[in-house]
């Protein structure tokens, strides 16, 4: 069974003790599994305080991140590509503390629209960090999870298919692709196989709508969406996100642009997604035993 999650700017903007007290405590009340955390800078976050108020609501955290263009470590430009390494040994360490089980995000490449594409050595250069952060992360048994995302986020990883190629580069069976269905309606040619493509380096979900409001109110093809995760048996987390500028504030607004208002109440969003996924999980699951059912009379 799919452990189900909620980020965290669905109840928040920031991660004050208030802030994370009220998040996780609504998470938990909620019945999922995982609260993600923004953590671009994992050295703002309470750790201890954050760990002690999983632990009382049962609940566990796992954190995300995009770098930026002075932590770029696809840049080839060896000062960036140290301060990226950097931030993601903090942010491992972080998650390790916090007893998190994954790190995801965009964490090849900066997290902007870039005007280039990306270069053989740029490529190189993550895939050696990949590789040494990959094992790092290992020791805490953390996943890494490298979110495909759209063309106006990163220059690296636009498909599933970009995304196993990265996997198989880098050759740890804890670097795996992270897919969101927000990202993948804007780039994926089919979503279902897109799914199916990225089979077993699967290790992350985001569930998100196409305006990345409430699920089932825009254009997602949410069927074959979970018709592919069933497809491939996938077994790892799920996680609704979902963005409005009640609660989203800079930089990321500025960055994802985040410019209306999607909803106003984080509680009643959150209670429809949750619905919304168990019930398409279950769809998938029945409409794979299908053929078993439909058997001619011997
Ligand atoms: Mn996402």
Known sequence: MNKLGLHANVWVRDWGRDDCVLAVNKTA????????????DPKALDIAF????????????????????????????????????????DVIAAAGDLGASHVCGIL?????????????????????????????AARHGITLGLEVVNRYETNVLNTAVQGVELCRMIG??????????????IEEADME???????????????????????????VDFPRIFNGLARIDYSGPIVFESFSSTVVGQPLCGILGIWRNLW?????????????????????REGKAEPRRSALPA
């Open 172 to 185: 740890l069976p804890n670097v795996r692709i992270h897919l969101d269905s927000y990202h993948m309606n």
């Open 108 to 136: 090849y490449s900066a997290f902007q629209k870039y005007a280039e594409p990306p270069t053989a050595a740029g490529i190189a250069g993550a895939v050696e960090v990949l590789s040494r952060v990959g094992e790092e």
């Open 264 to 284: 106003d109440d984080g509680e009643d969003l959150a209670r429809h997604a949750k619905t919304f996924m168990l019930a398409h999980l279950q769809a998938a």
């Open 50 to 89: 954050t760990a002690r108020q999983l632990d009382k609501a049962g609940i566990r955290a796992n954190l995300s991140l995009g770098l930026d263009a002075e932590s770029d470590i696809s840049s080839g430009d060896p000062a960036r590509v140290r301060a990226g390494e950097a931030r993601l040994r």
């Open 29 to 40: 009340e909620l019945g999922f599994d995982i609260i993600e955390i923004s953590a671009p």
């Open 193 to 219: 196989l897109a799914i199916v493509d990225a089979g077993e380096h699967l290790g992350y979900f985001h569930i998100g709508e196409s305006n990345r409001g409430y699920l089932g109110a825009g254009s």
